[in-house]
């Protein structure tokens, strides 16, 4: 398969699976399509197709990059000043069972410790799960908890933490209404 049917099917999945795209995944709505919701619920082609479009015309300005992030942090990072990076780690608390590589406490650790001696003066953005350990972890950087609506089988808001360095001036201009993502 070309990349670009690998990376379809990927988006495809994300957008019509509950509980991720590997292990206990399945369609939304049940594979006899008999429940709450149906596997198009989140695939609205119209609203995809625009922010895809949206994505496209940034994408000189975006670069992806599948490394470890320590590594990422070395290799890429230290060689460039004015860049700015968005950190999504595993979540912590969940983590093992949503991703076939996850993080352990001390890979959480090392992240937090490398990040934050590393990128001091760098201007950057990591979110995670709401919980006391990552908390601690970051506990010297100002922070915001933000609601996200994400899931299909409970109508609860979950509540993630967002992270930022001392670099960004400008915090109010990094918070927006994300549940409507």
């Known amino acids: 398969y070309s990349i670009l049917e690998i990376g379809f099917s990927t988006f495809f999945l994300n957008r019509t699976n509950r ?23 989140r695939f609205n082609k119209e609203s995809l197709i625009k922010k895809i479009v949206q994505i496209s015309n940034l994408k000189e300005n975006i670069e992806v990059y599948n490394m470890d992030a320590l590594e990422f942090i070395d290799k890429v990072l230290m060689k460039r000043r004015s860049v700015f990076t968005f950190f999504d780690p595993p979540y912590y608390k969940k983590g093992s069972g949503l ?4 993080y352990l406490h001390e890979d959480h650790h090392n992240l937090a410790n490398y990040i934050q001696r590393k990128l001091k003066n760098r201007k950057w953005i990591i979110t995670y799960d709401k919980c006391d350990e990552i908390k601690k972890m970051y506990d010297n950087l100002v922070f915001k908890e933000i609601n996200l609506n994400y899931s299909l089988q409970n109508k609860k808001t979950a509540i993630e933490y967002m992270f930022y360095s001392k670099a960004i001036k400008s915090k109010g201009a990094i918070y927006g209404n994300y549940s409507k993502y």
Not at 22 to 27: E, L, R
Not at 99 to 102: H, K, M
């Open 99 to 102: 991703y076939t590589n996850y």
């Open 19 to 41: 509980s991720g795209i590997i292990d206990k995944a399945g369609p939304i709505g049940g594979f006899k399509q008999n429940g709450n919701y149906l596997i198009d619920c």
